[in-house]
T-cell receptor, first 113, second 117 residues
């Protein structure tokens, strides 16, 4: 099955600056890469995802990039705001064609006012 | 849409007691997932169903855990007997799902925080 590694485990950035979280995966056949945001006391919320037929996807201040050759994908948050403080998880399919997802270990992002 | 609904939100029970967690998926979604989240092990998939049929239960820790999905709008996760090490947050998620297996967006419920004393 897929192995997903996520870095860093914690990240603190000044409000207004950018934050980048990176994940690597092992299965070159993987074709779907979602990112989840989990606020304290809540369930993970899907914030953006990318499929392997594109290299980048944007949604307002959030973007995800995918490098299939290097087998890594990254979450970019620009103009960070206090409400961006949360734990972020990346994920990839357990194996090709499978609905199961393998999740990264999470990144705790803190935005410093 | 109300999203995925889970109950109860909090459960405190004594070791040895039976615990039943409940989940209502998003209407029209064909796949349902049960996860467990702990600090030590992160987010683990316990079992998932497609069209009410269990597809993969390889994550179920042991025979004390069982899950059912009697219809498209309801699922339960039961622990009997419960142990302190079962203390965790249990999430239910649902997705559109396809029979052949393909990754679709999963939407999580708010979770049930279980404490076994």
């Amino acid at each position: 099955g897929e192995n997903v590694e996520q870095h860093p485990s914690t990240l603190s950035v000044q409000e207004g600056d950018s934050a980048v979280i990176k994940c690597t995966y092992s299965d070159s056949a993987s074709n779907y890469f979602p990112w989840y945001k989990q606020e304290l006391g809540k369930g993970p919320q899907l914030i953006i995802d990318i499929r392997s037929n594109v290299g980048e996807k944007k949604d307002q201040r959030i973007a995800v990039t995918l490098n299939k050759t290097a087998k890594h994908f990254s979450l970019h948050i620009t103009e960070t705001q206090p409400e961006d403080s949360a734990v972020y998880f990346c994920a990839a399919p357990f194996n090709f064609g499978n609905e199961k997802l393998t999740f990264g270990t999470g990144t705790r992002l803190t935005i410093i006012p | 849409d109300a999203g995925v609904i889970q109950s109860p939100r909090h459960e405190v029970t004594e070791m040895g007691q039976e615990v039943t967690l409940r989940c209502k998926p998003i209407s029209g979604h064909n796949s349902l997932f049960w996860y467990r989240q702990t600090m030590m092990r992160g987010l683990e998939l316990l079992i998932y169903f497609n069209n009410n049929v269990p597809i993969d239960d390889s994550g179920m820790p042991e025979d004390r855990f069982s899950a059912k999905m009697p219809n498209a709008s309801f699922s339960t996760l039961k622990i009997q007997p419960s142990e302190p090490r079962d203390s965790a947050v249990y999430f239910c998620a649902s997705s559109l799902g396809v029979p052949s297996g393909s990754s679709y967006e999963q939407y999580f419920g708010p979770g049930t925080r279980l404490t076994v004393t």
